[in-house]
Structures are given as C-alpha cells and as structure tokens.
Nanobody
Framework: VQLQASGGGLVQAGGSLRLSCAAS????????MGWFRQAPGKEREFLIA????????VYADSVKGRFTISRDIPKKTLYLQMNNLKPEDTAVYYC???????????????????WGQGTQVTVSS
C-alpha cells in the first residue's frame, strides 16, 4: 500500500484546511488509516484513526471537536478536516495505514507500517 498526502499550506489562526491521503494498492476489510503530525523537535503525535470497514474512529483529546476524519471508500482516499486551527497545530502531517489493529492500538504510532510523505501545515497567529 502506498499513501500520498496532500492539502497542507499556510492558514491564519481560526481558519480551516482539509488534508487528503490517497491510497494505492489493495485495502482489505481490516485496514486502518490514521493521521499523525510531527512538529520540529517533537515526537510524532497521534491525531485520529478510522477503521476502513465500519468507520469507527479514535480521536486524540487534543483535536476532539476541531478535527474530523472521513474516508471515501471507492476513491480509497482519507480526509482530515481541520477547523479552528491554532499556531500550535503547525507541523508536518502524515497519513498512515495498518491492518487488523484493535481499537486500543489504533493510536500507537509503532503499529503503523505504511506512511505517506507528509504535508506541511503552518498556522500563523
């Protein structure tokens, strides 16, 4: 599975962005996809993940109410809608994929074996 993330850019605080992640290759019913981010000097941080089949989600507390994950199954594309962006949201955002994770593991960065190239999001104050 190959992942291609896009949609990053520069936005003012309070603004919105939608990131996309196109998956190529076969996605099985137990496929999991997630969004992570990494700010300079910090570890990669889990944001949101979704089960490809069924659509159940896991959110990090830091983004609940502001970020939403969705997927378009026929297009094999994952989305991250980010609203009310803050300067501390500035980071490189990555999409990632895995197979067969249980819900409690969906936030574990080490469980994901497929990664997109990352897209920069910069939020100005």
């Amino acid at each position: 599975v190959q992942l291609q993330a896009s949609g990053g850019g520069l936005v003012q605080a309070g603004g919105s962005l939608r990131l996309s992640c196109a998956a190529s290759g076969r996605t099985y019913s137990n496929y999991i996809m997630g969004w992570f981010r990494q700010a300079p000097g910090k570890e990669r941080e889990f944001l949101i993940a979704i089960k490809w089949s069924g659509g159940s989600t896991v959110y990090a507390d830091s983004v609940k109410g502001r970020f939403t994950i969705s997927r378009d199954i026929p297009k094999k594309t994952l989305y991250l809608q980010m609203n009310n962006l803050k300067p501390e949201d500035t980071a490189v955002y990555y999409c990632a994929g895995s197979f067969g994770l249980i819900t409690s593991s969906m936030s574990d960065v080490e469980k994901y074996g497929y990664w997109g190239q990352g897209t920069q999001v910069t939020v100005s104050s």
